[in-house]
């Protein structure tokens, strides 16, 4: 896979919660019909994440093209995906390789 | 429209007897391509929508990618049906004109969830597939680029009428 972890700006909880062994991640990614108010309203409401980390997250999505939301096992991740999918927003889960 | 905003338990608008046709048909479009998503001829528009709708979750075109899409894309167009039959229902009542939509907070997640596979849907057959496409539309799809900026418009208000929910 193209895209390895370096490419993604991982914050210090992500790189917490993959040292205890979570070894996939959910991307979502930019696109150009999504309002960024409904991608943070998503953000906020479905992961439970602070204004200003929903408004960051969503701005990294926007400017980068993409951004980790969560992390975890592949289960987990395929859950959020679908929920994503179910939110009208474009998400992937990936294993982080190094 | 009027914008949405909370009374009490509620969020409140009122649309124009036509907006109302247009949200009720649009509802309706999303749900039949959802219903009919097996036969979408490969690269159609209606397969790009579609494709938009459940996107690839793993995103190489693989196994894993099928085998997502044969354990999810039931109950997500199952769900997402179900959406647009709420939107569909909470417009019934206001066919007449001046009569105010009021959304519980079940329906307001349809209703935002409705506005997202209807712009996705729309923006398929549109082509836009970057930021900058918005600009460059030709005259003939001026009409629906019109309703999907509209359509943006009820989605921001609603968003707006929830941000007190946040604080």
Known sequence: ?98 | MTPFAREGDVIVATFEPAETEILVQLADDVQQLLADAAEAEPDSTRSRAIDRLLPAAYGDGGDDDAEFRRFTSEGLVERKIGNAQSVIDTLQGAKVAATPVRLNAAAVQAWLRCLTDIRLSIAAGLGIDGDDDESSLAGSDRYLFDVYRWLAFVQESLLDALEADFS
Do not use: C
């Open chain 1, 1 to 98: 896979m193209a895209q390895t972890l370096d490419a993604i700006d991982v914050d210090a909880e992500l790189n917490e919660r993959l040292s205890l062994g979570s070894p996939w991640i959910t991307l979502v990614w930019n696109d150009p019909v999504n309002l960024m108010s409904y991608v943070s309203y998503v953000f906020r409401s479905y992961f439970g994440f602070s204004k200003a980390e929903a408004e960051r997250r969503m701005l990294q999505v926007h400017t980068e093209g993409r951004a980790v939301v969560a992390s975890g096992t592949r289960e987990e991740m395929e859950r959020h995906v679908e929920a994503m999918h179910g939110f009208g927003l474009w998400a992937t889960l990936q294993r982080v390789d190094a």
